[in-house]
Structures are given as structure tokens and as C-alpha cells.
């Protein structure tokens, strides 16, 4: 099941999004089925989905929890406790949606994409077992893990990942997904700059949800990004950047500078 969040006149409402690429509908859901569950009512009310103003699919999450270095070909582990991910926050600040646009901030020089799979966790979540991990998972989404690269000479991760706009979430949650074998793109103005498969991570999906879960006590609608696979490219402004994850769909951002 495809969970969106829009915008439909001065109202924000979430919906489930059915039909093809060809004829996408959203019908309007009675409530958030982050905090109320997927059996939540329509309430009769759909749209064409180009009628509507796509939002980041989460509204507000408490933290978003990041993980480097996860595509690097190291061998994999099973456990999270065979070796520490890199790890590292965003602030909920830096969420935008689809269509919005990644500012480039003055005096950067490197800003990169990160084509990521993002866990959306749906329940209440601390110490949990590997094996029970992706009972957690409300669904996954698509996310763009913005980094200026050029600020990460000191070591520090927050300020080089934490800018307004680094995080583009959408255009949907998939509840449905099986997240250990899927393809992650990124895409600069059509030409493809990073792809790889979950399968090929060091750490997988239900080692990170365990990993986080370990530190933090995780909250519905919390954001677990699991890393990007190899491949670099500078943002420039006026460009178009399109992040896509098999069985989810793509994210589309343009890019331009702050002023």
C-alpha cells in the first residue's frame, strides 16, 4: 500500500495512492495511519494525484537517524554488534518533498546527492532483536541524504548533513516492500550517478532498525536513512536530481542556491 501526505487546497491531508503511472488516484484518508493504524477509513474523496501538492510523506518526525559508509564492500555482518556503523543525525528541520527544492548554501562547494532507502518506523521501538526488527517498519520511502562534503574536514557530520532542505523524503511510504534486495538510483539531469542493491550493504536493513533502536527509543514516523551506494557528483544550481528505489518509485528535486 502506497501512504502519501498532501496538500489539497490550504488542507493537508494523507492518502492512499492507487492506479499506475498512467493514472495515479489519491483518495483522502479520515486521520494519520502513522498513529492510527492502515485500517483507517477513506472518506470518499479522491483526486487525480497531479491534482494534488505531494508533501514529504512523514509529518514531523522526532529524529532522523543516518548510517555511512554501509555500501563500502566490506564484508557484511550479520549483527551490529560484530562492528559499529557510522552514525549520525539530521535534523527534522531539513525534511522537504517532493518537487521542493535543495538550496544550495553560500560558500559550499561539494554538495552531493545520497540515493538512500528509508525505513519509516511505525511503532514505539527501543532494544529490540534483529530477527523482530522489520516488525517495526511502518513501510520505506525514498530519501535523498544531501551533504556538503567539503564541511566534513573536521570529522563532524551535523553541520555538512543538517542544512534546511538536505533531506527530500517521498513521494510515498511503501508498506508493502521486502527491503533486502532492492535497487537504489541517483540520477543528476537523467545520467545515473550512484546505483546499488540493498543486498549489497554491510549492514542490513533489520541491523540498522536494531542498531538505532539500541541507542535511541525510535517513535512512529521516525526516519532510519541506510546508506547510498558508491558513486559522487557536485549539485549545481538548475539542475534536477532524481532519487528512485525499485517498488517504491522516484524523488524529484531541483536544485538552486540560497539566497
Same mark, same amino acid.
Given at each position: 500500500m502506497r501512504i502519501a501526505r498532501a496538500r489539497i487546497g490550504n488542507e493537508e491531508h494523507f492518502g492512499h495512492v492507487t492506479g499506475s503511472e498512467k493514472g495515479l488516484l489519491f483518495h483522502v484518508l479520515n486521520g494519520d495511519p502513522?498513529?492510527?493504524g492502515l485500517s483507517i477509513?477513506? /472518506?470518499? &474523496?479522491?483526486?487525480?494525484?497531479?491534482? %494534488? &501538492?505531494?508533501?514529504a510523506p512523514v509529518a514531523g518526525p522526532t529524529k532522523i537517524v543516518g548510517f555511512g559508509k554501509n555500501f563500502t564492500g566490506a564484508p557484511k555482518v550479520t549483527s551490529w554488534r560484530e562492528g559499529s556503523p557510522v552514525t549520525f543525525l539530521k535534523p527534522p528541520s531539513a525534511v522537504i518533498g517532493p518537487g521542493e527544492t535543495i538550496l544550495l548554501p553560500s560558500g559550499a562547494r561539494e554538495v552531493e546527492l545520497e540515493a538512500e532507502l528509508a525505513v519509516v518506523i511505525? /511503532?514505539? /521501538?527501543?532494544?529490540?532483536q534483529h530477527s523482530d526488527a522489520l516488525?517495526?517498519?511502518f513501510g520505506y520511502t525514498v530519501v535523498n541524504d544531501v551533504t556538503a562534503k567539503d564541511y566534513m574536514t573536521d570529522g563532524h557530520w551535523t553541520r555538512p548533513k543538517g542544512y534546511d532542505t538536505f533531506c527530500p523524503v517521498g513521494p510515498w511510504i511503501e508498506t508493502e516492500l521486502d527491503p533486502r534486495d532492492v535497487m537504489v538510483q541517483g540520477a543528476v539531469d537523467g545520467v545515473i550517478v550512484q546505483r546499488g542493491s540493498t543486498?549489497?550493504? %554491510?549492514?542490513? %536493513?533489520a541491523g540498522l532498525i536494531a542498531y538505532a533502536a539500541d541507542i535511541f527509543t525510535l517513535e512512529p514516523g521516525d526516519l532510519i536513512l541506510t546508506g547510498s551506494p558508491p558513486g559522487? /557528483?557536485?549539485? %549545481?544550481?538548475?539542475q534536477k536530481v532524481t532519487v528512485s528505489v525499485d517498488g517504491i518509485g522516484e524523488l524529484i528535486n531541483p536544485v538552486e542556491l540560497a539566497r
Open positions: 502513522l498513529h492510527a477509513a477513506r /472518506t470518499g &474523496q479522491e483526486l487525480p494525484l497531479e491534482n %494534488v &501538492q505531494l508533501l511505525g /511503532t514505539r /521501538t527501543h532494544r529490540i516488525d517495526h517498519a543486498a549489497d550493504m %554491510v549492514l542490513d %536493513v559522487r /557528483t557536485t549539485l %549545481v544550481a538548475g
